[in-house]
């Protein structure tokens, strides 16, 4: 029987998707298209009239016109905004931002008119509609898609603020919502442990067929979730109760804590069969997980590119050997890649949507760093992302990383590798040096060790960060295990996703390592020896990886309590 999900994608998407391969056909004259689309529409912006959109005719115009900016640049416009100003980035009016962490304590605002979200959301459609042909039957059963809150706050002038995924979750068409697994209300649960037991409690009373949310450290939270809960999961099965006294709201989301509760109980009933069934699965393999529960499961849809990819090899252990296809390449900013083959980081760029230009990676230090367009991109080369789209950004620099990992017809297919200049990630935090500094500066001055040099680095196995500290002679050791909480404290209170990702333990408390005096001038001096200029070098705060030289200086390392 098809469902009603599975018939409204084959239907409704059927012109996208055309509309999609004919632009992969000729990326060239697609972005040209969508780049005077932007300009005339945005023209009579503050923004546009600044910069004197009215006035390019070619992309090489718009490079000379408009300058590329980081969210910093951005901000003062943003916040005309949010004051209430009309007409700033955009000509559509502006209904709500997106929030995501920036390079300062201060989190990001993105713009949200009703056509960008509308764009987004069809980008969305595109993605299950190819699913949808690799996978018959995909739809067949229960959609578990977890979105974060659309809505956790509004600034003073009653615009809302939140996350995108929760904002496409609302605007589903209720007749095809009602094949999805959770309720909205399970997604403003504030206390992390709270929200995964009662989204798996709700997600194993079901069959799934299809699992999808970006970080695959999400679903191993949730795995680990139903290993240690099992029986509670399993008496709330049985007598159709959420499982959970009293569930509390994340503050602002719009909801109290009754009215979540009531919108999820309104969906359970005793479920006898199914809570035996369940029991018969711990008894059958001593846990209970969902690869045992779901027979149906066909696909899971996750983020496999950088990072991610260590976490995404795991999910085989918890949810079978089920096809994995990444979600693409999406941020608060908007979605910029569609995937369109399982198992493979690379999705096609979406150039009939939003207008990219790229940076040669080697290039980016430049003064005036040279771009290219979707076009002239080569096969195997390394990339940064400007991104122009009708959320309001022009030139945004969003600092990823991307490898160009063949084509779909004349189309580049992108694959993410890691966030660029100054940032590093695990599961989506994006802390930048600005943040990493911040904290060690405070936890410094709170704790009294005197810090001479640092280095971060992320261990992507443990999903926590190594943070190694050479201090002053003068320092004690015995501050060290103080010192590695105060930074995590203030690292949390500096970055949102940071804050997020530590409340739900998909990050754990960072690991501390005191270095031999003398390390980092020891590290310095070798890099002069490998060619650097003493003049203009840059002391490397944040690697990707240890160095077998780093390691033979370590004096002590401090593993943080669980």
Known sequence: MTSLLELSLRLGERAHRARFEAAAQDPERAQAEVLAR??????ETAFGREHGFAWIRTPADYARRVPVRDYEAFRPYVERIASGTPR??????????TTTSGTTSE???????????????????????GVLQDHPRCFAGKVLYVASPAVEGTTPRGLPFGSLSGVIFRRIPWIVRRQYVLPYAVSVIADPEVRYFVTMR??????????????????????????????AIVRAVHDGTVGEPRLETTPGCGYTPEEAAREIQALLRPDPLRARQLAQVIEKHGVLAPRHCWPDLSLVGCWLGGSASIHARRLEEHYGPVPLRDLGLLASEGRMTVPLEDGSPGGVLAVHSAFFEFVPEDRIEDPAPSVRLAHELEDGRRYYVLLSGGNGLYRYDINDVVEVDGFHARTPRLRFVRKGRDMVSIT?????????????????????????QFRIIPDVEERRYDLLIETRPTSADADAPRFAAAFDRTLASANVEYASKRRSRRLRQPRL????????????RAD???????????????????????????????????
């Open 88 to 97: 700033v980035l955009t000509a559509d009016p502006v209904v709500m931002f």
């Open 202 to 231: 709700l997600a194993l009373a079901q069959r799934v067929s299809i699992a999808s949310t970006p970080n695959p450290t999400s679903f191993l939270r949730l795995a680990e979730t139903v290993a240690a809960r099992a029986e």
């Open 38 to 43: 932007l300009l005339r529409r945005h023209a």
């Open 513 to 524: 390592f005191l270095m031999r005096p003398g390390w980092a001038d020891r590290m310095s």
């Open 528 to 562: 002069f020896r490998r060619g650097k200029r003493e003049a203009q070098y840059k002391w490397p705060a944040i690697r990707d990886e240890w160095d077998e030289a780093s390691r033979l200086e370590v004096v002590r390392r401090f593993e943080p309590p669980e």
């Open 428 to 452: 989506g935090e994006k802390l930048h040096l600005n943040q990493i500094q911040t904290a060690v500066r405070e936890a410094e001055r709170s704790i009294g060790l005197d810090v001479w």
């Open 107 to 129: 989190p990001k605002r993105i713009p949200v008119t009703a056509a960008w979200r509308a764009e987004m959301a069809s980008l969305t459609r595109l993605w299950m509609h």
